[in-house]
Structure formats: C-alpha cells, structure tokens
C-alpha cells in the first residue's frame, strides 16, 4: 500500500478535493509558536524545517493527541477518482499571543493515493501488501518511521517548494524584525488515501461465507460451559444407595479374645530393643550393664549404633583415586615402606607397631609412637603388601569386649571385661561428620541444654586455629562415646588414616596408654597438654575424675581440643 502524502505550503488549488468542507479557511492570524521555539531565534529554524514539520504532523497523526493540545481532525469526502479513499486532517494551533505580530503560515499535506501523481506507487502497492508508504516532498527520509518519506521527483513542486520556503523565510524575517520569536506551522491540512483492497484481497472478501452466529444469552452453555453433562453421567455411573433398616440387623458378640493377665515387663522390652541396637556393633561383643531404667529407656529410644562415619551435608571426602600406596610385596619392609609416619623434626620414618610381647599375634603401639604426637599411615587397598601387613591395625577393627556402664556422677562410661595392653588398640570415635558451621549451632544448643557434649574436631592437620569438620557423637556414634574424660587417662587418641590426600577426614583411634585390667573405666584426657589453672572457670563444666591432679574442668570450651 502506498499513501502519498504531500506536503504543500501554497498550491492549494491542486489540493482543493481534498480540503473538507468543514475545514476552516485561511487566515490571517498569526499561530502561536509552540513552546519550545518561542525562545530560539528565528534565524535558528532551519530551512529544512518543512519536511520537519511534515513528519512530525505524521508522528503525531499515529498516537492521539493529549487534550491539552486540541487539534481538529476531520475526514474528507472520498475523492471523485475511482479507487481512492482520502483522509484531510487539519492541524491547527490555536494563538493567543497578542504581541506576536500575526504571521500566517498555511500548509496542507496531502495524502493522496492518486495516479496521476505517483503512479508508481499505486501500481506497486495494489500488487503487493508492503507496509504503508507515504511520499513526500519533502527534502528529508526518516528510514526508521513506519512510514517511509521519500522525495517526488516533480519540478513544478519544487519550484513550488522553493517560492514557499522563500515566502517562509521572508515571514519569519519580518517576524524576527518584530518580536525576535520562530512562528509555529499554522493550520494544517492532512489528507491521507486508505487503498481498497487488492484484487486478491477483493477475491476473498467476494468469496467469503457469512457465518450465522447466534446471539449470546445469559445461560447458554454454548457461551458458558457448565459440567452439568458430567454430574448427569455420574448420577448413572453411581446408583443411589438402598435405605437399610439397621434395626432388623441381629448384633452377636463373638468369644473374647485372651486377657492381659499381668503388667508387660517394661524393662524385658528395654533390654529387648537395647540388645537389638547393639547387635548391629561390628566385632567383639558390647554389652549394657543393668543400671537405671529411664537412663536406658532414654538412650534406646534416642541413639543408634554406627560402624562408620555417617558423613552429613557439606562434608566431602577426597576421592579414592588419590589414594597413594607403598610398593611393599607381602608384609611391609619398615625400612622403605613408604606409608610410614615421617618424623616431625627428622623426617625420619617411624614404625607406629610392635607385637604384643605375650601374644605374636597382638599388634600395640610401640612405646617410642605412645609419647608422639604424629599421625599413623596405615597401608590401604593401593599398596603391594597384603591384609597381613603389620601396618594394619585399626583398619582390621575393635579386638576388645567392651561394656557401657553407669558411672554414678558421670552419667554412662565404658569398659572392657578384658585386660588391655598397653599399646592396644580399642575403637574409633565414630558418629555423624558434620561441618564447623553445623557443630557451632549443635554445641550452642547442647550447652544450653545443659547436657553431655559428643562433639569432636577432625583438627588434627588444620592450619588455622578452627577445624574444617567436627565428629558428633549424640544421636549416632560407636562405644566410645561413652568413654569420659580423666585427668589421669589410661587410653590415648591418635589420629590415623590411610588416605594421604585427605587432611580433614581420617580416624580417631583411642589406644590404652598403659595396661588396664579388666572391668576398669577407660578414659582419656579430652584436653591433652592443658596445664592445671589456678582459678577454675565457674562457667566450665566441673571434672569429676576424683584423680588427685584434677584439674577441676573439663575443657575451656564444650568441644575436645586439638592434637592429643
Ligand atoms: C562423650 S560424653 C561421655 C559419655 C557421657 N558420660 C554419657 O553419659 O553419655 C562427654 C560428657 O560426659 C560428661 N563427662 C565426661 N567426663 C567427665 C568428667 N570427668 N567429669 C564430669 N563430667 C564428665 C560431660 O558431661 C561431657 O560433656
């Protein structure tokens, strides 16, 4: 489609089938400048300022006006021409500016879809549908507009255009002589060609069926579906129930079924659910001693047995993949086994193991290794020796019975019906890892509880003062959370792994320090290497070790130290 739109200062008669009847005629007053030309200089409105004003009238003929701005628009009679719809509208600015001497500027664009002016235009826009074209005369093309403003190449237009702009200019002098101010357009006439429709178009429209649509009532289910179908089809599929007369139905009471004749055993059922849990211990067997009942009832109904660390959210262990392994055939040779603990000082290598002098088949802790403070490197699955190698000890497990026990002032302890030696491995510290963040919210909430705290800090390797994950033995864990502390101990932690990538993660390994005879507390010291202080913290919790170097607390904080 092509609208030519043609904007025309003074030839007026070439547009007079354009100009509605209604529309006003020419005057003489002078239009009052829009707002932000009154202050520039005329001699600052550029010439070009024609095919301004042009697009502008196009821009603002596309959205509405806002009502502070009236504009007249009015719709010519259609043209006498054969297939040409025209559109005149008129923009006028109305003037109230008395000082201003009246200037009259009169423009009229024409929008003719005619032709005999652009017959181009016409021919190309009936065959094809392109977006509207609107030509003019104007010296300046805005490509981004929808509309596309092209130049017509008519000499006599031009020359029309050029006596305008003269007449134009030789206004706005006399204007600026007067009153120094850039008059606005005056009234303008816009006259825009709506095309009919194509001769395709035209075709369609021909051949179109004209569809009878009934007119909407209120409730009619064509216009607003209700699921009364469905309920109606439900009504079949489900048949209404039969009334019953409840009466005529005989009730017979059946034989009784077998009386509780004495109490349940509270405490049978105990012991029940407690052996349950403890079965699931792996190796030796761990037993309770009888003691309180509500002591036990609470622990069984709130604890579960572990044989591995249960690893919680945000604890990641360095893949098996980096596991290294010595190069040992059979059993390691402690000469060049590489897995050996190094010397902190020396780099020397340490062999951790010994036989147990009474029985070749114990492995314990060599007497040098219990005063060290140094990590054990066990072998792993990457190594060339076999499940027989000496530097195998707490992998291979607990070797020991083991019995928790009431303490009386200490609340639950273990010990061993067995005789430990000294060196022997007993278990590992086992329970739920959890990140630093999660155990300091735990210990919080334990502390302020005022209950047993089972936190312990896998810090051992840590560089900061802070550790990066924390064992918690309250709700899961393995025998040796019940161990207490003791001024005095008799069993040691040391620290033990097989993964030499992994600085976080490794086992806590309780081994006796000296030989402690059967059914004896076993205990270590939760802050090793802390001095006695004068002055006991009232806020700490109390040591109830009874050992004669008590140091009358049990750690600074709720959580067991560092390197033991
Ligand atoms: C790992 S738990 C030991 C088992 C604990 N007694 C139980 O019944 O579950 C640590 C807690 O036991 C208590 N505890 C351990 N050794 C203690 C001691 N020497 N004196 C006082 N309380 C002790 C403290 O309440 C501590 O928070």
Known sequence: ??????????????????????????????????????????????????????????????????????????????????????????????????????????????????????????????????????????????SSSPFNLTTTNHDHRRSQDRDEDRKQRSLLSTSRSISFQTPSPGPISLSVVIPSPSRRQQQELDSAEVISVPSPIGLSENFYPTDAYEKRALKGAYPVARKVNRAAIPFTIGAPGPLLTSKPDISAQLHQTLQQKLAKIRGPKVTFASGDQHQLAQFAANFEFVNAYKLRQGVTPVPEEFLAGCSCDGFCDPARCLCLSKEEETNDPMVPYKRADDDGRLLVLTPEFLKRKAMIYECSS?????????????????????EIFQTGN???????????????????????????????????????????????????????????????????????????????????????????????????????????????????????????????????????????????????????????
């Not at 007993?426 to 630093?436: A, N, S």
């Open 410 to 564: 200490r609340g639950f302890g273990l010990r061993s019906p067995d005789r430990i030696r000294a060196g022997q491995f007993i278990d590992c510290y086992l329970g739920e890892v959890i990140t630093k963040e999660v155990a300091d919210i735990r210990e919080d909430v334990a502390t302020s509880q005022n209950r047993h705290s089972y936190l312990f800090s896998l810090d051992f390797l840590a560089t900061g003062e802070d550790s990066k994950y924390v064992v918690d033995g309250h709700k899961f864990g393995g025998p040796t959370r019940f161990m207490n502390h003791s001024c005095n101990p008799n069993c040691r932690m040391i620290t033990v792994t097989r993964n030499h990538a992994d600085d976080y993660l490794y086992d806590l390994a309780f081994f006796a320090f000296k030989d402690v005879p059967p059914m004896t507390e076993l205990t270590f010291d939760y802050n090793p290497g802390w001095e006695k202080v004068k002055k006991v913290d009232p806020n700490a919790v109390p040591c109830l070790c009874g050992e004669s170097n008590c140091r009358g607390q049990l750690w600074p904080n709720q959580r067991k130290a560092k390197r033991g």
């Open 1 to 142: 489609m092509v609208i030519d739109l043609t904007v025309d200062s003074d030839s007026e008669e070439r547009n007079e089938n354009h100009v509605p009847s209604s529309a006003p005629p020419l005057q003489n007053n002078t239009p009052k400048s829009p707002s932000t030309l009154t202050r520039r200089p005329a001699s600052s409105v550029p010439l070009k300022r024609k095919s301004e004003d042009a697009e502008e009238l196009l821009a603002s003929f596309l959205p509405r006006r806002p009502q502070s701005q009236p504009r007249s628009f009015s719709q010519p009679q259609p043209a006498n021409r054969a297939n040409q719809h025209a559109i005149s509208i008129e923009i006028e600015d109305d003037d109230d500016d008395e000082d201003v001497k009246p200037v009259q500027i009169h423009r009229r664009v024409t929008a003719a879809r005619s032709s005999s002016v652009n017959p181009n235009a016409i021919s190309s826009a009936s065959k094809e549908n392109r977006p509207l074209q609107i030509k003019s005369n104007a010296t300046s093309t805005r």
């Open 382 to 402: 990457r190594c060339g020796c076999d499940e027989r190698c000496w530097n195998r000890v707490v992998q291979n497990g607990r070797t020991v019975r083991l």
